[in-house]
């Protein structure tokens, strides 16, 4: 939203382009669960995806301009450690897309900025903070006001790198400072704010074709969102009670 606003203020000339990176969905070509299935049988690997993508946007740009990626960190490490979520359920892994534009450009063409957040796996789960709360201990000290930094040129950089589970510790993922450039601290995660569920997007309809979306992937809406019934008010009910004054990492208050 932030960014339409700032493009519509803006001359045609000078706004931001926006370029959709990841393998789509297509779920209105989807009638069976052997559609879906044939589907992410047969989907390039999305780190994969991702860096052809922008690579093929940077080769063929004549404007000058910088490109920034915005993507979760587990498509932005630069070791040589294979990607997670890729997609694709028969193929392995691919390194993740900041490693394959590293190997497409340089190193020094790719910054990649890792944003202060709990250890946490691809399904959400919290386990923890980094380095077992050592960063935060550290931006506490400085009065935990907002910074970034060269993280290459931090002690920081040298401990290895836990922010995503799926990869902690594993062989030749190595440091902070060897899969990222710089770290970028906002506040400390207490404070962030709550989760915001998209009420406005879950029409009627909507709902609808949620159920058929969850009847064909072998689910059902009761698993999906945790509620008793199917309706568009049980989803919004079920989550205005879980949300209700809720911080956005409560499991964190106990791990300090």
Known sequence: MALWGRNHALPERE????????????????????????????????????????????????????????????????????????????????????????????????????????VLSNNGTVHGRPRHGAFDRAFAQLGNRPIAFDLRKCPLADEPFDGIYEITYAE????????????????PLEDEAEEYFLYD?????????????????????????????ETREAIIDHYMQRLEGMKRWPMLSQQK
């Open 15 to 118: 706004r931001i382009r926006v370029i959709l990176v990841d393998e789509p969905r297509p779920f209105d070509s989807f009638r069976t669960t052997e559609d879906l299935e044939a589907h992410f049988d047969s989907i390039p690997d999305r780190n994969v995806q991702m860096a052809r993508v922008v690579a093929e946007t940077v080769q063929h740009d004549t404007s000058n301009r910088n490109s920034v990626f915005i993507v979760g960190a587990a498509h932005a490490f630069k070791s040589a450690v294979p990607g997670i979520a890729v997609g694709n359920r028969r193929s392995q892994p691919a390194p993740s897309a900041a490693a394959q534009l590293v190997t497409i450009f340089s190193d020094a063409d790719v910054f990649t900025i890792f944003s202060h957040m709990p």
């Open 172 to 187: 030749k993922v190595g440091s902070y400072g060897e899969n990222y450039d710089a770290y970028l601290f906002l506040g």
């Open 201 to 229: 997007v879950l029409t009627d309809s909507f709902v609808v074709e949620l159920k058929r979306r969850a009847a064909i992937s072998k689910g059902s809406l009761e698993a999906w969102f945790g509620v008793d019934t």
